[in-house]
């Protein structure tokens, strides 16, 4: 057998040339597969997330729109252990970027705090979504060739998916509408190995979706398209229990006076088949709180709620109640809304946080307070008894100043990973963090000052276990680069 030259990369074997091979970006893959048989066998192996995103300029016409599907038949072609697969096409924009973003697995859902992300802080999606949805309606009437054209793309992707990803496993389309046919097509083919199939946006295919939840015994995820249209109707009121996935862990639900009972039937059946639900999203409509709250010793092994109240906030029984009834909680994240209640009372909400989860397991917290003016200043240091916080997570419409990170030091010495939205940064800001002995991250979205220094930085930087520091998008610092 032939000994392989000293400086050749085929001594190394496939597996950890493979490894190597990993490292590159996505683009130089194609740039460098041409280096030799090797290569060219293995670079894209570990290529397993594909994410069609569009941000570009915007058009006024069909003809301003291009697409090159022949560009995306090469890249699912080559990249052939894709296992996740992200569609999201604006109608103002062109598809031309693609980015590598790993969903996270199982074992990182035990790691990482990923109720209100980074969406929710930017540009409040949520709150906007009767708006978007009116404005999708506006623009189908003014430039439905437009409409047309990218319902038309969505089609081509999905049909190219449905062709080339024999290993996929997660599937997320933002698409409007989809044919029957397409939705029926890919269930049929990978609804066993399916763990997530999203269309967050779709509007008359979730009833089709829910009539085959059982040809996806392995899904993991069920969203409100779902969920509101199907899944809890068809399992209470016609007694199909068998739709229910066996490995249910993520669930997503909007709950009113309409179907709160359901949604009580709903976690009884879940109880008596023992679905090992995890992570919990609520809406909830303010009256029915109480129902909800006694509804969760049903799962009993739910570790992330996430809860949305609207005009009145949970009180500090409620707050321990929930805790009682859910032993394993780690991640709690809480997002509530004065926009129709002059009365809502910020500091209660956090003081009642600050009592009931100070000193417990619950060691990732995450708050949005929605059109709240906010004295950060005070917060933090009403958060004194939280001192086991690793991950905090604060979305707001009031500027952070430099008192915040100073109670932040005293107030939280675990925490770990801190992400922010409206930030004004200085030198103090970051020394202040530099004495958080385990930080590891720090993400700013929107921030309305930057007045620090680069020698201020460095403050973080000699951070032992300190990884990197993000401003929105923009990473600043990583020990990676």
């Avoid at 570990?46 to 058009?59: G, I, L």
């Avoid at 956090?350 to 059109?371: K, P, Q, Y």
């Amino acid at each position: 057998m032939a000994i392989p030259a000293k400086d050749s990369f085929e001594r190394f074997g496939d597996d950890l040339t493979e490894d190597l091979l990993d490292y590159l970006q996505f683009d130089d893959k194609f740039y460098y597969e041409c280096i030799s048989r090797q290569w060219q066998r293995l670079v894209y192996n570990k290529v397993n997330t594909v994410e069609v995103v569009a941000h570009e300029t915007e058009f006024n016409k069909v003809d301003d729109m291009s697409f090159d599907l022949l560009k995306w038949q090469t890249i699912f072609k080559k990249c052939r252990y894709i296992t996740t697969v992200s569609i999201d096409i604006s109608f103002n924009s062109t598809v031309n970027e693609i980015t590598e973003e790993d969903f996270a697995t199982d074992e990182e859902i035990a790691e990482e705090f990923v109720f209100i992300d980074e969406n929710d802080i930017i540009n409040e999606d949520e709150m906007e979504n009767e708006d978007e949805n009116s404005d999708d309606d506006h623009y189908y009437e003014i430039q439905p060739e437009v409409f047309n054209r990218v319902d038309q793309i969505y089609e081509q992707m999905t049909d190219l998916v449905f062709k080339e990803c024999s290993h996929l496993t997660r599937f997320k389309s933002m698409a409007l509408i989809v044919r029957n046919e397409s939705v029926i097509a890919l269930i049929g083919k990978f609804g066993r190995q399916l763990e997530t199939f999203q269309f967050p946006r779709l509007i008359d295919q979730c009833l089709q979706i829910t009539q085959n939840l059982s040809l996806m015994p392995n899904l993991k995820v069920v969203d409100k398209s779902i969920a509101i249209d199907g899944l809890i109707s068809s399992s209470t009121d016609d007694n199909r229990t068998d739709l229910i996935p066996k490995r249910l862990r993520v669930f997503d639900y909007y709950l009113d006076d309409n179907n709160v009972d359901k949604f009580a039937k709903f976690t009884d059946i879940c109880s008596k088949r023992k679905i090992p639900l995890s992570r919990l999203k609520l809406e909830i409509r303010d009256q029915v709180i109480d129902k909800v709250i006694n509804c969760l010793p049903c799962f009993a092994s739910l570790t992330d709620i996430n809860i949305y109240v609207e005009k009145r906030h949970i009180n500090r029984e409620q707050f321990r109640q929930l805790l009682n009834n859910c032993p394993k909680l780690k991640r709690f994240a809480y997002k509530f809304s004065a926009k129709f209640s002059a009365t809502m009372n910020y500091k209660t909400v956090v003081s009642d946080i600050n009592e009931v989860f100070g000193g417990t397991h619950v060691w990732a917290l995450s708050l949005a307070f929605v059109e709240i003016p906010i004295d950060f200043e005070m917060t933090c240091d009403m958060l004194n008894r939280c001192r086991q916080l690793r991950r905090l997570t604060l979305s707001c419409y009031d500027i952070i100043r430099d008192p915040f990170f100073v109670n932040l030091a005293i107030n939280l010495p675990n925490l770990r990973d801190l992400c922010i939205s409206y930030v004004e940064l200085t030198d103090q800001s970051l020394e202040s963090l530099s004495k958080l002995q385990q930080l590891a991250t720090f993400t700013v979205h929107r921030l309305e000052n930057g007045n620090y220094s680069e020698s201020r930085l460095m403050y973080l930087e000699m951070r032992p276990k300190f990884r990197q520091f993000t401003v929105t998008h923009r990473c600043i610092y990583s020990q990676f680069d």
